[in-house]
């Protein structure tokens, strides 16, 4: 399985504003960064040239994990899509 | 615009819908609020959703009607390492026949049937409508607002079953604001598309028979487990961490999911399937030590929102406390309903209830499992100690053989260090 291929086996309806939006300056004084690898979809990616965390919510599992490893509440918003949008589950 | 109910359930997973039902056969008028496009479109699970005997008991023999796949007949516990298993296996004829102690199960199909049920009954089911917050009237709860809709929908009192994270919970000050990671873990599965003549063959299946089968040692050194579980024409697999431990490991679920995958003896069993879908969750594994308030005026907490999940490292239930659960949080409404009062003091008969039921007996008796299971020694040294020992046992290799109590002792003492290997099994005791 590879990640990078999510949207090919897991059907989302994206919303085009983000259900998760977060202070991009709180992670850069993160000393943990435990969503970048705890997030079960890679939604989180730290750049340590550009000393940056981007955050893409397309493909986001709508799981929890980020919203509990986060220890510095770099969240500004955290709730869950819209109704209607968001991922969607067919068989799992 | 607004509209009026007698009562509002938040969240048409297993609690919510049992809560929906259970009220609107005693003719309350429900909305059943679910932010999917249909119940079970956003939950995902490890797999099997055990015997249900409130279930029983509203739908009688409810397993000639709901959506389920195979039942489980036949368990298995697997210790590994990246080269080697061991494995025990348990089967009987009582697993076989119905009352059946468990099934596989999707859930976007289960979860659907049982809010059919529920309306079937009477219920309104609202779906993708994600509850924003609550609205409160004279300092009373009175109904919730939907994000990104205008208006409001309106209830003396509502049910909070919107899974793990419960921001309903949450914005009624019943859960704590932080969760700990160290009483969270997220599953992560994959469905494998396969044949069903070549899942009866491969996993030694007839009829509607089901296998289930966990794995301790395949989680990269990560506080955890593996699943696997037979469907009709697909299998489920997946691993479950512990947040705390995941967080620091630097190690990624899917890459994880993918050696364990590659695993030798895995790789032969997921042979030949074809990966149809990929899921994720948060699971609430602190037990009886974080469950939230589960009463506020105007407010009961059940399921995954009040952490009512069983997670001993034995059985990994959640679906039938949750259940459980919704009904008696629905039954405790109908009588707040005669009283015509919504107070703390009037809902507190839902908790009183639920510590008299299996529920919490059962939550309270293994309160120290999920302490047990931070003992890393569980997830890295054991299962090597296990598969080590069992290949010095079956060896031949021309050399004379250790007697086996003298070869388990050496085996312990190197592995895992006597003191260690004595205190872990008290803690074990007492856990289970």
């Not at chain 1, 000393?51 to 919510?57: I, N, S």
């Not at chain 2, 739908?59 to 080269?83: C, D, S, V």
């Not at chain 2, 990560?222 to 699943?227: A, K, L, Q, T």
């Not at chain 2, 009283?339 to 299996?358: G, H, I, M, P, V």
Request: glycine share 10%; aromatic share 8%.
């Amino acid at each position: 399985m590879n990640i990078d291929e999510i949207f090919d086996f897991t059907s989302f309806t994206i919303d085009r504003e983000p259900h998760i939006v977060l202070d991009p300056q709180v992670c850069v004084g993160c000393d943990n960064r435990g969503c970048t690898n705890s997030c079960p979809a890679r939604c989180y990616t730290w750049s340590e040239e550009e000393q940056k965390m981007t955050f893409v919510h397309d493909g986001c599992l709508e799981c929890g994990t980020c919203y509990i490893v986060c220890h510095r509440n770099a969240f500004t918003r955290w709730r869950y899509p819209r109704g209607g949008f968001g991922v969607a589950y067919r068989m799992t | 615009m607004s509209k009026q109910y007698q009562a509002i359930v938040v969240g048409a997973g297993p609690a919510g819908s049992s809560a929906a039902l259970t009220m609107a056969r005693a003719g309350l008028d429900v909305a059943l609020v679910e932010r999917g496009t249909f119940p079970g479109e956003k939950n995902m699970f490890g797999g099997i959703l055990h015997r249900m005997t409130s279930i029983e008991e509203v739908l009688p023999e409810f397993w000639h009607n709901a959506p389920l796949e195979r039942h489980i007949a036949k368990k298995g516990t697997t210790f590994m390492t990246g080269e080697a298993s061991f494995h025990v296996q348990h089967e009987t004829v009582n697993f076989d026949r119905a009352p059946y102690n468990g099934y596989t199960v999707f859930r976007p199909r289960f979860d659907s049937w049982l809010a059919d049920e529920a309306i079937k009954a009477g219920a309104t089911l609202i779906t993708r409508a994600t509850v924003d917050d609550l609205v409160h009237k004279n300092g009373r709860i009175a109904g919730v607002s939907i994000l990104g809709r205008t208006g409001q929908i309106e209830a003396p009192v509502v049910i909070a079953a919107d899974g793990v994270l419960s921001f309903t919970a949450k914005k009624a000050g019943l859960r704590q604001p932080k969760f700990d990671a160290g009483q969270m873990a997220v599953g992560v599965k994959a469905l494998i598309d396969m044949p069903r003549e070549m899942i009866d063959d491969r996993f030694g299946l007839v009829r509607d028979q089901g296998f289930a089968n966990e794995f301790v040692g395949c989680t990269g050194g990560v506080r955890g487990g593996g699943f696997l579980y037979t469907n009709y024409d697909s299998l489920s697999i997946g691993l479950v961490f512990h947040l705390g431990s995941l967080r620091t490991s630097g190690k990624t679920p899917y890459d994880l999911l993918n050696a364990f995958m590659e695993q030798p003896q895995v790789a032969k069993l997921v042979r030949g399937g074809r990966l149809q879908e990929y899921s994720a969750h948060v699971i609430p594994e602190g037990g009886y030590k974080m469950i939230p308030e589960l009463v506020g005026n105007g407010i009961l907490v059940a399921g995954d929102a009040a952490a009512l999940c069983n997670a001993t490292g034995v059985n990994l239930e959640g679906i039938n406390l949750a259940s459980h659960s919704g009904i008696l949080a629905g039954r405790t409404v109908i009588e707040a309903h005669e009283r015509n009062d919504f107070s703390a003091k009037t809902l507190r008969r839902y908790k009183e209830r639920l510590d008299l039921s299996w529920v919490m007996q059962d939550l309270k008796g293994f309160r120290n499992a999920p302490g047990m299971l931070h003992i890393d020694r569980i997830y890295n040294e054991y299962p090597e100690l296990v598969c080590s020992m069992m290949e010095h046992i079956y060896r031949i290799d021309g050399t004379p053989k250790t007697s086996i109590p003298k070869l388990i002792l050496r085996e312990v003492k190197e592995k895992v260090g006597l003191k260690n290997a004595i205190s872990d099994a008290l803690t074990a005791w007492r856990a289970l």
